[in-house]
């Protein structure tokens, strides 16, 4: 079938700093929706259609996993996948879910669908750690056995019944935990109340997405869900929301490079926090009409800043890491308070090779921006940490090699490409073309 070619861990991207980006980009579709999207497509037995699905290795992965389940898989163009889900199996294979823990939002559906489920644990994660308590309480809220054997996580739903779940945690509300609470109950007769719930736009958007399945759905947008059980979903066609951190990062790319772009595809109003945090920095955001924001900077004109992560719609954590470098070229303190993932700063090791001023106390990264980066070698160690250091390698003196490009092609749709489109000096190029001694220990 070939849904997914395997990551191109040999490449790297060269980066020649020192371009002010100019012109104009347009914004693929949203990772964090498009996965759990193709999870709810096997609520139904009948097809469904997602449009605009970003082109990206992790929904490769889903749609690997979608067709190890059984179900028809069929990519019918770039941005848009046919899935057919008629008779599928409740076990997903660990050689696939441990290269991508999204695969976790499998188990509402498989439970909802098949009364039973099994699923590898997700393992660790360089981010931090990122348990999925919350995700199983739920579904044992509503009645369903859980358990693990052997590093899989089972369960049995023959007995699942609506009810009232809290579904916050210590760190805020939980995205795809809300996402399975939903998915598990749209197919449980009776009325499922969800406290505390996920109102990030890819929650709302994963309701739209069920209601025209004809799930029964109030409340998206808010901590508190109220899911009228169906009978049956039915296929649907949907187009998956513009991805908002994909927007914000080439936000960041005008910023840092002090140029002048237009992002067209970006929904503002879903920028919450980040936006306030830009605009205070310095960074003239200027809306054409409903899609199209355009973002000029001076360097005279930018103030240091503090952001906290939060869910949504405070700041990001997916965008820490591209504003932490960003801070790096802004003369005075920004401090960087992360609250979702306390240790997600594995992208500040690489920043001090190329000379940033940056230390990390506990939750805390303080920035002592405005000293001129030099390019260098560095390694990417996640998806956003990857966008940092580009960011950071496209104001750098000379040239950055960003290694371990497979982390970046998880979830951001040809990031380099759409970059030279606006001036930026990219390459990727096969790790053996470097020097022996600058070739990537690990890979
Ligand atoms: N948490 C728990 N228990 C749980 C689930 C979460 O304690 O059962 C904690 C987490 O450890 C974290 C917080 O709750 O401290 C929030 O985690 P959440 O469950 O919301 O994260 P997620 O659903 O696993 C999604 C995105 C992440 C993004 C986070 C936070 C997808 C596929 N992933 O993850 O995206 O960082 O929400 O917004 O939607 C990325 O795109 O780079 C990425 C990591």
Known sequence: MGLGDPPNQMEILRIQGGTHLEGEVQVGGSKNAALPQFAAALLSEEETILENVPDLSDVRFMGEILHHLGASVERVGKNTWKIKPTNIQPNAPYELVRKMRASICLLGPLVARLKKAKIPMPGGCVIGHR??????????????????????????????????????GRHGSTVTGTANAIMASVLTDGLTTLDGAACEPEIVDLCEMLTKMGAKIKGAGSHKLTIEGVKNLHGCTHRVIPDRIEGATYILAGAITRGKLNIKGILTNQLGAFTKVMRESGVNLNPLGDDMLEVTTTSEELNPFEIITLPYPGFPTDLQAQACAFACTIPGLSILTERIYPSRFMHIPE???????????????IVRGGKRLNGAPVMASDLRASAALILAGLVADGETWLHRLYHLDRGYEALDKKLRNLGAEVERLPESSLPHSFRSPLD
């Open 131 to 168: 348990p999925i308590d919350l995700h199983l309480l739920a579904l044992e809220d509503m009645g369903a056995l859980v358990s693990l054997n052997q590093g899989v996580v089972e369960v049995d739903g023959h007995d699942m019944r609506p009810c009232t779940i809290f579904i916050g």
């Open 351 to 365: 920043l001090l090779r190329m000379g940033a001023k940056v230390s990390v106390e506990g939750p805390n990264a």
